[in-house]
């Protein structure tokens, strides 16, 4: 048999309901939980600031970055660090960079001494000097794409290059190279205003200066500038001058060549984005010698003159117009 139940008492009171906790309490944990997070988030950015000033600014901390780098890259770059930081500049040696197709680049010694500074916010080499690059530069596989004028050629911020050279720059090709020698180059931007030097660079045929002022804020960027050479043609002393006007778009170059008792001049407007790029070319020589540019050739002294422009609608690039010698 069952027993029989006991009925509760009818004076029994029920269990007190638990209280909740005040919503001032719940409040003040959240934000102690905030304020924690806020501090730990707070620690991490301040480590990694420090640690980015460490490795950009500090000798050791680059040294570590360079070794990282190195290490990283398994072999494909490889150097010697002797000193220096990222941020104000480094002295290398012996840098050989080497990728999977082909391309292999090899300097001696790389000097340099720079500086970010802000208002204005301008990046600024004091010196960059580079010994003997040797430099083999893998084809490219992929198609020829026509080069389009640029949209905008402004910088985001100023830039000063004071002093930048290249003792020597070796291009290799196939068993073909050729020597460029004492490359001295200056330039400045303010962002859009560009000006850029070329003291001096000597090439296998002579040697060239150049000095070019662009405005790269609204096309089509309108230019002004000077080319030199000056060289040996069958061991006579030849100089050609050049100067540049109109726009990137819409070059104007007026010539001077004189040397090996010629005399000539040149007015030549060309298209270097269209797909024709020449406009139109008016070219007057005095005292040509075809033996001094080709030895099999007879001895002369010859007058040129042409003027010439694009023929519309020619397969290919072909001008028409009248010459005379």
């Known amino acids: 048999m069952t027993e029989p139940t006991t009925p509760p008492e009818a004076n029994e009171t029920p269990p007190e309901p638990r209280e909740k906790p005040p919503r001032r309490s719940v409040a003040r944990r959240l934000a102690r939980w905030l304020g924690v997070l806020?501090?730990?988030?707070?620690?991490?950015?301040?480590?990694?600031?420090?640690?980015?000033?460490?490795?950009?600014?500090?000798?050791?901390?680059?040294?570590?970055?360079?070794?990282?780098?190195t290490s990283l890259l398994k072999g494909q770059l490889t150097g010697k660090l002797d000193g220096g930081?990222?941020?104000?500049?480094?002295?290398?040696?012996?840098?050989h960079w080497k990728d999977k197709t082909g391309t292999d680049i090899a300097i001696d010694s790389v000097s340099g001494k720079w500086e970010l500074t802000r208002e204005p916010l301008r990046f600024t080499i004091d010196y960059l000097h580079v010994g003997t690059i040797d430099a083999r530069i893998a084809p490219s596989n992929e198609p020829s794409k026509k080069t389009e004028l640029p949209k905008d050629l402004r910088l985001p911020i100023q830039l000063a290059i004071r002093d930048l050279s290249v003792d020597k720059l070796r291009?290799?090709?196939?068993?073909?190279?050729?020597?460029?020698?004492?490359?001295?180059?200056?330039?400045?931007?303010?962002?859009?205003?560009?000006?850029?030097?070329?003291?001096?660079?000597?090439?296998p045929f002579g040697a060239v200066t150049a000095s070019l002022k662009l405005d790269g804020g609204a096309r089509p960027f309108p230019l002004s500038g000077d080319l030199g050479y000056a060289g040996k043609v069958s061991g006579e002393t030849v100089s050609v001058g050049a100067r540049l006007s109109g726009a990137l778009e819409d070059l104007i170059a007026d010539i001077d060549a004189s040397g090996m008792k010629l005399n000539g001049q040149a007015h030549v407007e060309a298209l270097p984005f269209a797909d024709v790029p020449l406009k139109s070319a008016l070219v007057t020589v005095d005292h040509v010698n075809p033996q001094a540019f080709a030895p099999g050739a007879p001895a002369a002294d010859l007058s040129v003159r042409a003027e010439v422009k694009p023929v519309d609608d020619a397969k290919g690039f072909v001008v028409s117009g009248p010459v005379s010698i």
């Open 171 to 203: 291009l290799h090709a196939g068993t073909a190279t050729t020597e460029f020698t004492g490359l001295l180059f200056h330039g400045q931007s303010d962002g859009q205003h560009h000006e850029a030097t070329v003291q001096r660079l000597d090439t």
């Open 85 to 95: 930081s990222i941020a104000h500049g480094l002295q290398l040696r012996d840098v």
């Open 38 to 69: 806020v501090l730990v988030i707070v620690l991490i950015l301040g480590i990694a600031v420090g640690t980015m000033l460490f490795v950009l600014t500090t000798d050791r901390g680059t040294q570590y970055a360079w070794q990282a780098a």
